[in-house]
């Protein structure tokens, strides 16, 4: 993450934090603030009082009241757990998965998720640089995801598909695809295929398609149907444990 956006996040925090304080107080208590920061002002500088002055005066006796670091320390601490976000085991992902290990996130990289396994590689992704499309999940699942991400200062880089798969349309190129059969449940065959051959085209070269295709221990979906989709592309079966296992398509270049 640039130094740039870390500052807009760190006044962004700074900013709400000293907002919600001024609503949480009564009248006279945002007075008393108000007294204590002219008088503080008469004391620091010859120049005249304005609103300016006082509004930046009165911000920071609220920061010093709630013990808000500087912009320094909070990006030494912000620094140590983006690199803690950036590992697979923080979000309960096994290093060996398939996710994990055919997935090499970078800085600009787009991916598409959808179904259950969205909500932990969602943010695995976007800590590394992914710009992070959820499709199908549900509301309680993306309200943790929206809550991690925005705790871990990765909110810009996680983004809702406001409609379901069926309507899911490209905006971008993508570098990977991951879902679970259970994305498309709903659907018919032919709008299974039709989804399936969007995701296709808008999948850069060299770019790659995980689908999880046993579940707790029982077929969530044909292994030749998959391999049907995907004539042309590099196909192979990576197994995640002993429980999953998923289909993973590599997109050949033209």
Partial sequence: MRDRSLRQQYD?????AVELYKESLPRNAILSIGDEAVAAIRQQTQLGLTELLLYEEVNRIIKRRLGIKDYPAWRRRMLRLLKEYRRAEHWGLR???PLVREIQPDQGSHVLLAGETAERAALYLAANGCEVTTVELSSDAMERVMTAAGKAGLMS???EWPTGIGHWRPDCPLNAVVCTPSAFAGLTPAEVSKVIA???EATMDGGVH???TIVAGQDA???AELRSRYVGWDISIERDGS??????ARKSAA
Avoid: G
């Fill in 221 to 223: 979906m044909s292994l």
């Fill in 157 to 159: 880089r996680v983004h």
């Fill in 243 to 248: 429980a999953s296992r998923s289909f993973v």
């Fill in 210 to 212: 995980l689908v999880e």
């Fill in 95 to 97: 290093p060996e998965s």
């Fill in 12 to 16: 962004e925090e700074v900013d709400q």
């Fill in 198 to 200: 969007l995701f296709q």
